[in-house]
């Protein structure tokens, strides 16, 4: 690692900085982490964070996911305290795949005779230098260095105008409505490291970052992540230490195994469950923020296979034998493991998770399915028996998932892995908020419900007059004759009609597709009356939400009459239930442009990055080698 400044001060200039917008999705994890392949389904979806505590210090190793150009990337994470320089290092990808893989839970078929699924038994059980000067608070730039393939900076200032300045300069950008997330952070003295790729790297050189820093309670900056948040995103933490170590600010969830259903036309290993979405659920039902305690007890088993492996030197690639090691060192000097895993949407992000020793016991990993679960014989004889794709999906906790037949979705889904029982799940979502495609924690396309609120880089939005307007990437984006598409993000969503769901896939070129259709089963006017609750003040939201006039709810089979005159995207209401919470976008939504964007998807959530601030960044630098 060499040190290009540390210990200096910076006066932030103001420069425009012009930026080109960028998509961000999560890569997919590899089902088997390299060596030691799991034998479990694996969250191919989630942002893992690996934390180890040690007397007086924790190291945090947090995955970077992103998919785009490399001179595009930018990732933001706020801390509580300078890590010492030294600290600062990549980790493998593999190594954390790999301890996922091998510690997430396991499913053991029903145990009855009428269940003939043979299922594999699984092997496992720096400080700051301030100069008086006059004029606004100074950015202070704690450590400045090239890490393996990144330019790393840590820096500060009592000013979030100030921060928010010299980032931009540096080519991050930030829209107006992020700023009072910067001044969150900043006055509770929080600094802030942020990485770029080195004008050298590539994409393909993306590693997990890692840094010491003092204390031993582990703390995850999670406020500042709705500003690019995926709805639903899965978020998966192990800590490894002394003992089991639990949330602290957030409660503990219970998954009871008498309500595991298991996908009967999938018979090969893994077995797909809907445990991700009972997670969802339970954390939805706790308020929106919980933790599911997947894993605890004595990290030896697992670390005694990887250290076999290794003086075996038994690896296909150099790749491999790296992250071996690099786990193993890990493994050795911590003789217990807790694994803990959320899914949680931006509206949810409120506070930043805390974990602390605990005293409980053990958790165990296996899991026993029941032949029945609510009445209903999972291991039916009738080999064409239709199941509910609903069952294994999560629509979010604004949303209600209905079952839509193939044919009826007006969309080629044929070998979409989507379809269970020639069905797929279709999402109707409340007032306020607009269907996205997103992905499941299996890696497959899903309709996920997001608040319409929080969108915070929106079409014909500027950092300031100077900047290039952001293009509207609806126009060129069609949800179909009952729904209109909403940017999110410069993502294109859809709200659909009351009385219609979205249903979604991604096109052969990766790009999303979305559709409103009308159900068989008639969605309830009970759901519409239902509303989003009101954004508490720690999440100011991205745009306004305005009241409209109501219009009658279609019966099922009906075609509504469009809405006349709506310049925005307009859910239909039944009368009865009152006025309807829309999101309004900012100027520029509603019209259609030639600035179009078509958003190329490749499999996964939007990068957690903990605080991935800057959705897009650094034409700057582009600019300055011209």
């Given at each position: 690692m060499r040190i290009l400044v540390a210990q200096r001060v910076y006066r932030a200039a103001a420069m425009l900085a012009v930026a080109g917008a960028s998509g961000f999705t999560s890569a997919e994890a590899e089902a088997c982490g390299g060596f030691f392949c799991g034998q479990q389904p694996v969250d191919q979806t989630a942002e893992r964070i690996l934390f180890e505590v040690g007397q007086d210090s924790v190291t945090m190793t947090t995955q970077i996911s992103y998919?785009?150009?490399?001179?595009?990337?930018?990732?933001?994470?706020?801390?509580?305290?300078?890590?010492?320089?030294?600290?600062?290092?990549?980790?493998?990808?593999?190594?954390?795949?790999?301890?996922?893989?091998?510690?997430?839970?396991?499913?053991?078929?029903?145990?009855d005779p009428a269940c003939q699924i043979n299922f594999p038994v699984p092997a496992l059980s720096g400080s700051a230098v301030n100069e008086d000067s006059s004029g606004p608070p100074p950015v202070n730039v704690f450590i400045r260095a090239e890490v393996g393939p990144y330019d790393a900076a840590v820096v500060g200032s009592e000013s979030p105008e100030e921060l928010v300045r010299w980032l931009r300069n540096e080519g991050y950008r930030i829209t107006p409505v992020m700023e009072p997330y910067v001044a969150r952070y900043t006055e509770e003295g929080m600094k802030f490291l942020?990485?770029?790729?080195?004008?050298?790297?590539?994409?393909?050189?993306?590693?997990?970052?890692?840094?010491?820093?003092?204390?031993?309670?582990?703390?995850?900056?999670?406020?500042?992540t709705a500003l690019a948040a995926e709805p639903e995103m899965s978020i998966l933490v192990f800590v490894l230490g002394e003992q089991r170590f639990e949330g602290k600010n957030w409660p503990s969830v219970e998954i009871a195994d008498d309500q595991l259903r298991y996908n009967p036309y999938v018979y090969s290993f893994p077995i797909q469950t809907n445990w991700v979405q009972l997670v969802a659920r339970g954390v939805d039902a706790a308020g929106g923020q919980g933790w599911v305690t997947e894993l605890a007890g004595p990290s030896q088993p697992y670390t005694e296979q990887v250290r076999q492996q290794v003086q075996n030197d038994n690896f296909a690639t150099e790749e491999n034998r790296e992250a071996a090691r690099a786990l193993l060192a890990s493994l050795e000097a911590h003789p217990y493991l807790t694994r803990l895993y959320t899914r949680v949407s931006a509206e949810e992000m409120i506070s930043d998770p805390l974990f602390g020793r605990s005293e409980l016991g053990d958790v165990g990993r296996n899991h026993q399915l029941s032949r029945f679960v609510n009445g209903e014989d999972q291991c039916a004889a009738d080999p064409n028996m239709s199941t509910d794709p609903c069952d294994f999906t999560t629509c979010g906790a604004a949303g209600l998932c209905r079952r839509i037949p193939v044919a009826d979705t007006g969309m080629n889904m044929s070998g979409s892995p989507m379809v269970m029982g020639g069905a797929v799940a279709g999402c109707a979502c409340l007032a306020g908020a607009t269907a996205r495609l997103s992905f499941a924690p299996n890696g497959d396309p899903t309709v996920i419900c997001q608040d319409g609120r929080l969108s915070f880089l929106n079409p014909g939005d500027r950092e300031d007059e100077a900047a290039d307007a952001l293009p509207d990437p609806c126009a060129t984006f069609s949800c179909g004759d009952n729904g209109q598409c909403v940017?999110?993000?410069?993502?294109?969503?859809?709200?659909?009609?009351?009385?219609?769901?979205?249903?979604?896939?991604?096109?052969?070129?990766?790009?999303?597709?979305?559709?409103?259709?009308?159900?068989?089963?008639?969605?309830?006017?009970?759901?519409?009356?239902?509303?989003?609750?009101?954004?508490?003040?720690?999440?100011?939201?991205?745009?306004?939400?305005?009241?409209?006039?109501?219009?009658?709810?279609?019966?099922?089979?009906?075609?509504?009459?469009?809405?006349?005159?709506a310049d925005f995207p307009m859910p239909r209401a039944n009368p009865e239930l009152g006025p309807s919470q829309i999101p309004v976008g900012s100027p520029g939504a509603g019209s259609r442009s030639d600035g179009g964007c078509s958003l190329s998807v490749a499999g996964g959530s939007s990068p957690w990055g903990l605080l991935l601030l800057a959705a897009a960044a650094a034409r700057l630098r582009r600019m300055r080698r011209a």
């Open positions: 998919n785009g150009r490399a001179e595009d990337f930018a990732w933001i994470l706020p801390l509580s305290e300078v890590p010492d320089v030294q600290s600062l290092a990549v980790f493998p990808q593999q190594a954390l795949n790999a301890l996922d893989a091998n510690t997430g839970p396991t499913f053991q078929p029903p145990n942020a990485l770029k790729l080195l004008e050298t790297a590539g994409v393909q050189d993306l590693k997990p970052f890692r840094f010491t820093l003092p204390g031993t309670s582990p703390s995850v900056p999670l406020r500042m940017a999110m993000n410069l993502t294109p969503t859809c709200v659909c009609d009351q009385g219609f769901v979205a249903v979604g896939q991604l096109g052969a070129d990766g790009t999303r597709q979305l559709r409103c259709v009308q159900p068989t089963e008639a969605i309830p006017a009970s759901f519409y009356a239902g509303r989003l609750p009101a954004l508490p003040a720690a999440l100011p939201g991205g745009r306004e939400v305005v009241l409209t006039a109501a219009a009658p709810m279609p019966a099922p089979g009906s075609s509504p009459e469009p809405a006349v005159g």
